[in-house]
């Protein structure tokens, strides 16, 4: 009988492809058996997300809850980011959890799982060049890390404490994973990184500086590749040379994640973000201009410390000027080991979300514009999900959510088609 692994992933595609790693190490020593139940597992992971303070409060009662739906013998380990910034914490915390594992340290599971209340948290542990086993939750699309760890110290985030300094992984090795990943039927590669578009100035090993334009267009040229995504890529690093490669390279899906955090400069030069909000929508604007059907999707943080009323409206400002097709947004999380907790005019509770509520609805407003004017566009759908209504449904090349009603055969095609409803996230569409 093989052992059952359940794991539970929150936050971030890079959570979700160590998640995958973890399952493909287990499986080097033994098979393990996916469950959805935590009871007959006899292994739970819970892989962690640390971005703002909610989810590290809900661990703890996430982990009370295991402990009483654990069988007997069955172990818990907890990995991710809040594994990485509270470490033996979590086992003081919870003393009936087995072993702690930061993002980091991935590869080190098996001694982990074997060592009593183990703790491995080293930020500086370096798995740029580690072969990790083969596993992908989605046959289809295959997540693929192309550095580790983040080299900016944006002040409002906690990332660079839990996955360490940045590290590009060789070429070469993605060459590899990315044809292996073809080979075994994946159309869509999902390039991660926390700054994708600086990849290539740092490896540690002697690999040749490399740039993410020319990591692209490699990754383009392997045989039988259909569609390239990437995130996170930082506006920052977004020079010409790139926005030409996304713009001409036809595999590459014309949705691009800019994460904008906030629309007023004086706020980004707070949050440490290398840019303004001139050259923010300067690289919009091209983008724009250079790939008209662009989708372009952003984050944004209200009520940062010192976030006055101008600083809010510029943000709103921002989102009337690019018309952004999706918006995550939040208000301001006081994350420790940051150095905008230690800012002071923090923004009251029930201001941050007033304006939170605003902003939300200003994004509602100029979805549905854009909404009314894409019935009767055409799109690229690759159909990964059948629905229970008769419908399948899949991601345009701009990343948006359509649907058709089809059955299972139209899943993982890739087919054309013509919108006939849209909403603000999901579309209907009939097959040209
Ligand atoms: S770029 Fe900034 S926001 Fe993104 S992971 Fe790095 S420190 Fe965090």
Not at 363 to 374: F, I, P, Q, S, V
Request: hydrophobic share 35%; with cysteine; glycine share 6%.
């Amino acid at each position: 009988m093989s052992k059952k692994l359940f794991i539970e992933t929150f936050g971030c595609a890079m959570n979700t492809r160590d998640s995958e790693h973890m399952i493909a190490e287990l499986n080097k020593e033994e098979p393990y058996e996916l469950t959805m139940d935590a009871s007959q597992a006899d292994l739970i992971l819970v892989n962690t997300c640390s971005v703002r303070e909610k989810p590290v409060q809900k661990l703890f009662s996430e982990l009370g809850q295991y402990k009483k739906q654990k069988k007997e013998g069955a172990k818990i380990g907890v990995t991710g980011c809040t594994a990485s910034h509270l470490g033996a914490q979590i086992i003081q915390k919870a003393p009936y959890v087995d072993f702690v594992l930061g993002a980091r340290n991935v590869s080190k599971l098996a001694h982990a799982l074997h060592t009593p209340k183990a703790v491995e948290i080293d930020i500086d542990y370096d798995e740029s060049q580690y072969a990790f086993g083969e596993y992908r939750s989605n046959p289809l699309k295959a997540y693929i890390n192309i550095s580790i760890g983040c080299d900016k110290q944006c002040t409002f985030c906690i990332v660079p404490h839990t996955r360490g300094d940045e590290i590009s992984i060789p070429q070469e090795l993605i060459l590899r994973e990315a044809q292996r990943a073809v080979d075994s039927g994946a159309k869509e590669l999902f390039l991660l990184g926390q700054n994708v578009n600086n990849y290539g100035r740092r490896f540690s090993d002697n690999s040749q500086k490399s740039s993410f334009t020319q990591l692209l267009r490699e990754v383009s040229r392997i045989d039988g590749v259909e569609r390239i995504r990437f995130t996170s890529p930082h506006p920052l690093h977004m020079d010409d040379a790139f926005l030409e490669e996304f713009a001409s390279n036809d595999k590459i899906c014309k949705s691009m994640h800019m994460p904008l955090q906030s629309g007023s400069t004086a706020i980004l030069h707070a949050m440490k973000r290398g840019y303004t909000q001139e050259w923010f929508l300067n690289r919009a604007k091209k983008l724009r201009q250079m790939v008209p059907n662009v989708h372009i999707s952003t984050d944004i943080i209200v009520a940062f410390p010192g976030e006055s009323l101008e600083d809010f409206e510029a943000t709103l400002d921002v989102m009337r000027e690019v018309q952004f097709e999706q918006i995550f947004s939040f208000k301001y999380s006081p994350r420790p080991h940051t150095a905008a907790i230690h800012l002071p005019n923090a923004i009251e509770e029930a201001e941050a979300s007033r304006r939170l509520t605003q902003l939300q609805a200003l994004n509602d407003e100029l979805l549905d514009t854009l909404a009314a004017k894409r019935v009767g566009n055409r799109e690229r759908v690759l159909f990964e999900e059948l629905k229970s209504d008769g419908y399948v449904q899949g991601r345009a090349d701009s990343n948006m959510l359509i649907k058709v009603k089809g059955s299972e055969e139209l899943l993982g095609t890739l087919r054309d088609v013509e919108i006939t409803q849209a909403g603000r996230v999901g579309n209907v569409a009939k097959l040209l």
